[in-house]
């Protein structure tokens, strides 16, 4: 069934051909495993031809949507004839498939000879030029249209696509590297650039926000892995960062924490990192980003570390992140995730002497990092069931009658809009202090964007609260509260 169907011509990234032989039949079989893996649920046979693939399928659309996400492939292109016999035969053909698509637009023609052949590349390229003269207009420099005329042993190979691919190396050519994961813009498309140069991506996930911070992170290298790990399997490790970071608030100056804080994360991630066997560190930093990013910083940071820090984004700029994050899929699902490394309003310091850092981290309880690494949870992001995905029961669509509302946005916003009757709790504020709120009361937070709500619900739920938070965002909120038929809000 799949010998039947036309081809697929896989292009693979330029730069696996600059390669020695040996080298390039490792990307090469690497490359063949990934695309595998990938198209594991839809029919096909794969075969080497003259450093090109062909894939042929049943079902080219469904494969079409799948190999852009494969690492190792500069282009595709699928084939929508092949004609054996003379020149004149692969004219008309290619008059009879491609006059439409050139109609009204400059086209140009190429050709490439793959094995023998008796027809010249240069007398294909005139006459089958030629034969679309009129319907299009030639233009060998910068065509809209590009007709490919690929000669083979069994016949002329005709296509008229040429679609981009992912470039790159192909998954898993350069071992394994374990990418701190926060779910943020930042970290995940840092991991998508780890990669796209051939490694093979673990991730580490220092939890301070609990299980809604946690279901929210899941959900971004999950995707990251279904979309763009094919031929891996990778595991997301869990470790619970809440005491570690209790114990550096309540040692050590304020100014200090955020250096402090990445300085626990990268000694976590490299106790994560030898158990897996991984050789480096991927982050998500940029320079002068925010304060831990400066070159001062992050010199005092580095030493935290025995093993290589990978950082792609390190010339970035954040919308340059963004408009990567939009590309690979993780932008709607970052955006929903809240910052839990900003652990105070104090001015962090921009400027740090490692000796000075090294003295304060001393004075914290090494014990408790230990501890939290080895306790950290493994879960495998592909095997993940259904009920596993599920929100941990912290969110309500509704606006639950009787209950008190709690605005967690910052004053100024407060002021700007609110639901009536809502008390303003500034999310860093609710965080320190709730425990003076009483407990006989039902609570509904809620947020900009619903995710720094759901990890105060969560918390107040573990002191003992009946607390939920609203699912969604500002503009839903607004329209669940016209819906329910009460008054315009505040």
């Known amino acids: 069934?799949?010998?039947?169907?036309?081809?697929?011509?896989?292009?693979?990234?330029?730069?696996?051909?600059?390669?020695?032989?040996?080298?390039?039949?490792?990307?090469?079989?690497?490359?063949?495993?990934n695309l595998r893996a990938a198209l594991a649920d839809i029919p096909h046979s794969l075969r080497v031809n003259q450093g090109r693939l062909l894939l042929r399928t049943p079902e080219p659309e469904a494969a079409a949507e799948v190999l852009p996400r494969i690492f190792g492939i500069s282009s595709f292109s699928p084939v929508e004839a092949v004609v054996q016999g003379e020149v004149?035969?692969?004219?008309?053909?290619?008059?009879?498939?491609?006059?439409?698509?050139?109609?009204?637009?400059?086209?140009?023609?190429?050709?490439?000879?793959?094995?023998?052949?008796?027809?010249?590349?240069?007398?294909?390229?005139?006459?089958?030029?030629?034969?679309?003269?009129?319907?299009?207009?030639?233009?060998?420099?910068?065509?809209?249209?590009?007709?490919?005329?690929?000669?083979?042993?069994?016949?002329?190979?005709?296509?008229?696509?040429?679609?981009?691919?992912a470039g790159g190396l192909p998954v898993g050519v350069q071992g394994r590297a374990l990418a701190l994961l926060s779910g943020g813009f930042d970290s995940a498309v840092a991991a998508w650039y780890a990669m796209r140069r051939g490694a093979a991506v673990d991730f580490v996930f220092c939890n301070v926000g609990g299980a809604a911070h946690e279901h929210l992170v899941v959900q971004v290298a999950?995707?990251?892995?279904?979309?763009?790990?094919?031929?891996?399997?990778?595991?997301?490790?869990?470790?619970?960062?809440?005491?570690?970071?209790?114990?550096?608030?309540?040692?050590?100056?304020?100014?200090?924490?955020?250096?402090?804080?990445?300085?626990?994360?990268?000694?976590?991630?490299?106790?994560?990192?030898?158990r897996i066997q991984a050789q480096a560190l991927v982050t998500?930093?940029?320079?002068?980003?925010?304060?831990?990013?400066?070159?001062?910083?992050?010199?005092?940071?580095?030493?935290?570390?025995?093993?290589?820090?990978?950082r792609p984004l390190i010339g970035f700029d954040?919308?340059?992140?963004?408009?990567?994050?939009?590309?690979?899929?993780?932008?709607?699902?970052?955006?929903?995730?809240?910052?839990?490394c900003a652990l105070t309003h104090a001015r962090p310091a921009v400027s740090t002497r490692r000796d000075r850092i090294d003295h304060h981290e001393s004075r914290l309880d090494g014990a408790l990092l230990r501890r939290a690494v080895e306790a950290a949870r493994e879960r495998d992001l592909l095997a993940l069931s259904d009920e596993e995905l599920v929100d941990p029961g912290i969110f309500t669509d509704t606006l639950p009658a009787g209950a008190r509302i709690l605005d967690c946005r910052p004053r100024s916003q407060y002021r700007e809009w609110h639901l009536p009757g809502a008390e303003n709790h500034p999310a860093d504020e609710l965080a320190e202090g709730f425990g003076r709120l009483p407990k006989e009361d039902p609570y509904l937070l809620y947020c900009s964007r619903g995710t720094q709500a759901a990890v105060l619900a969560e918390r107040l739920q573990a002191a003992g609260y009946r607390a939920q938070a609203f699912r969604g965002d500002l503009a839903r909120l607004k329209r669940t509260w016209t819906h329910s038929g009460a008054d315009t809000p505040a």
């Open 88 to 165: 004149e035969a692969i004219c008309r053909v290619a008059r009879e498939r491609f006059t439409e698509v050139v109609q009204g637009r400059t086209y140009a023609v190429r050709c490439v000879r793959q094995g023998e052949a008796r027809f010249s590349t240069q007398d294909i390229e005139r006459r089958v030029g030629a034969a679309l003269d009129g319907p299009g207009q030639v233009n060998l420099d910068h065509p809209e249209v590009v007709v490919g005329v690929e000669l083979q042993p069994d016949g002329a190979h005709l296509h008229a696509r040429r679609i981009p691919g």
């Open 318 to 340: 954040k919308q340059e992140i963004m408009d990567r994050a939009r590309e690979i899929g993780t932008f709607a699902l970052s955006e929903g995730v809240p910052e839990f």
């Open 1 to 33: 069934m799949t010998e039947n169907a036309l081809p697929i011509i896989i292009r693979q990234a330029p730069e696996m051909h600059l390669k020695s032989w040996r080298t390039r039949r490792k990307f090469r079989n690497a490359l063949r495993r």
């Open 284 to 310: 998500g930093e940029a320079l002068s980003q925010v304060s831990s990013q400066t070159l001062s910083n992050l010199n005092s940071i580095d030493v935290a570390s025995d093993l290589p820090v990978l």
């Open 222 to 274: 999950r995707l990251l892995s279904e979309r763009w790990a094919a031929g891996t399997r990778p595991r997301l490790f869990v470790v619970d960062f809440r005491e570690p970071v209790e114990d550096l608030k309540s040692r050590l100056p304020a100014e200090l924490w955020q250096v402090l804080i990445k300085r626990l994360m990268y000694r976590a991630a490299c106790g994560i990192a030898h």
